[in-house]
Structure formats: C-alpha cells, structure tokens
C-alpha cells in the first residue's frame, strides 16, 4: 500500500510540475509573440494556439495537487464562526459536495474524450490537432480532485482550519 501511495504521489506532483513548466512556456511564448509584433513580424501561429493548450493544461494538471496542498480558494468566514464539532461536519459536508461535483466532471469529461476520440474530432487552427487529446485532462484531472477532496472527508485532516483571516 506503502508504494502505491509513492506512485500516487509522484503522479500528482509530475502533473504539477508540468503545469509549472507549461506556466513557464506561456510567459516565453508571450514574450516571443509580442518582441516580434513590436518588431513587425507576424507571430507564428502555432504559438497563440500552444498558449491556449496550456492554459487549460496548466490549469488542469495543477489543480490536484493544489486540492492537496490546501491552495484552492475556499472561504473560513462561516467555519470560523462555529463550534469545532459543527464545523468538522460543515468541513466534511462541503468535501464531499466537491467529491460528488468532481466526480460527476470526470465522468462526463471522459464521455467527452471518448466522443472525440470516436467521431475523429478535430481542433482545426494553427494545426490539425486531435480534440482528445485536449479533453484527455478532464476525466483525468477532476477525477484525482475528487480523491484528493476524498481525503478530507474520510481522513483526519479537514479542508477548513476555523482560522479566518490569519493566513491572508
């Protein structure tokens, strides 16, 4: 159980390291495309569209690991203001809507890629480029949040640490 756990892990933080690296490409690419406007060269196409691959990717691939580290946007204002027995229930009603909605995401993101990859859906801009590929990181991504939101409604950490405000 021990070395799934390692996998485990090591796949969630790949994926946020490539989200990093893919952070990194956008800023290279915008710079690229906006020295050579102001130089008045035309932007290779495949640059725009590369940038838009990877903000959903970025986008998707971090967010897992995100979920694990606690970094998501969730406002303390209401789980603050009660008692610790209420908001452990609160913290974990609120996991488990996450987990449902996740779930739901990934099984219909994996409908979508399936339907893509059955029809040859294709992504017709700069390039031919197969729509699977980019609806590929839906089921995956959604369905790694809803177990890593899984862990706070069955583990011993909470999503909620009670204390508005003191982090900011």
Same mark, same amino acid.
């Given at each position: ?7 485990? $892990?090591?796949? %969630?933080?790949?994926?946020?390291? +490539?989200?990093?690296?893919?952070? @990194? ?5 915008? +710079?690229?495309? @906006?020295?050579?406007r102001n130089l008045g060269m035309q932007p290779f196409a495949w640059l725009f569209?590369?940038?838009?691959? /990877? ?8 967010? =897992?690991?995100?979920? &694990? ?11 603050? *203001?009660?008692?610790? =027995?209420? $908001? &452990? ?10 987990? /449902? @909605? ?8 994996g409908e979508l890629m399936i339907t893509n990859f059955t029809r040859n859906d294709?992504? @017709? $801009?700069?390039?031919? !480029?197969?729509?699977?590929? %980019?609806? *590929? *990181?839906? =089921? ?10 899984? &862990? !706070?409604?069955?583990?011993?950490? %909470? ?10």
């Open positions: 159980m021990e070395m799934a756990g390692k996998a485990y $892990r090591g796949v %969630l933080y790949a994926m946020a390291g +490539i989200a990093g690296a893919m952070l @990194v490409w956008l800023m290279i690419s915008v +710079i690229t495309s @906006v020295m050579m569209t590369s940038s838009e691959y /990877a903000v959903l990717y970025m986008t998707m691939l971090g967010a =897992p690991w995100l979920v &694990r580290e606690k970094g998501h946007v969730h406002i303390e204002l209401v789980t603050a *203001a009660l008692p610790a =027995p209420a $908001r &452990r229930a609160m913290s974990r009603f609120v996991a488990a809507s996450c987990v /449902a @909605v996740c779930a739901v995401l990934a099984w219909k993101g294709l992504d @017709v $801009r700069a390039y031919y !480029f197969p729509k699977w590929i %980019l609806t *590929a *990181a839906f =089921p995956l991504s959604f369905g790694l949040m809803a177990v890593e939101f899984s &862990r !706070f409604v069955f583990g011993a950490d %909470l999503m909620h640490s009670g204390e508005a405000g003191i982090h900011e």
